[in-house]
């Protein structure tokens, strides 16, 4: 696989990620017509594969107001780019993303500079079809 990479928005958040902090699933979508038949058999129908990365930042160091703010900024957007290591594809990819909570938490006051934790975030694909 290619040289590790995880950026959101252009910003690598790669250093600010604790080990073992990307955590990728796929997830498929259904249609309506989906689900389990009069006869006790499986419908599927899928119109869309889509991926969630949970993300826990490091703790350690603690991140400052600037570096936090940088990262809060980069998701923000309504849709965001995402460029990871795809376990699925074996490569490096981008895809659209959404994210709908962010947060960090204050730390500590260290030589009159305050300090944050960032929140673990999940982001959520928007989706990819074409699958069969």
Do not use: H
């Amino acid at each position: 696989m290619a040289e590790t990479v995880f950026k959101i928005s252009g910003v690598d958040f790669l250093p600010f990620v604790a080990e073992g902090g990307i955590d990728i699933d796929e997830n498929d979508i259904e249609s309506e017509e989906a689900g389990m038949m009069l006869d006790g058999t499986i419908r599927r129908d899928r119109i869309i594969i889509r991926r969630k990365i949970n993300v826990t930042p490091r703790t350690v160091p603690a991140l400052s107001s600037a570096e936090l703010s940088s990262f809060l900024r980069a998701l923000r957007p309504q849709f965001v780019n995402v460029q990871f290591n795809d376990p699925f594809e074996g490569t490096v990819i981008t895809r659209v993303f959404y994210n709908s909570q962010r947060g960090a938490v204050l730390r500590r006051e260290y030589d009159n500079k305050t300090m944050w934790d960032m929140k673990p975030f999940a982001l959520i694909e928007q989706g990819v079809s074409g699958y069969a």
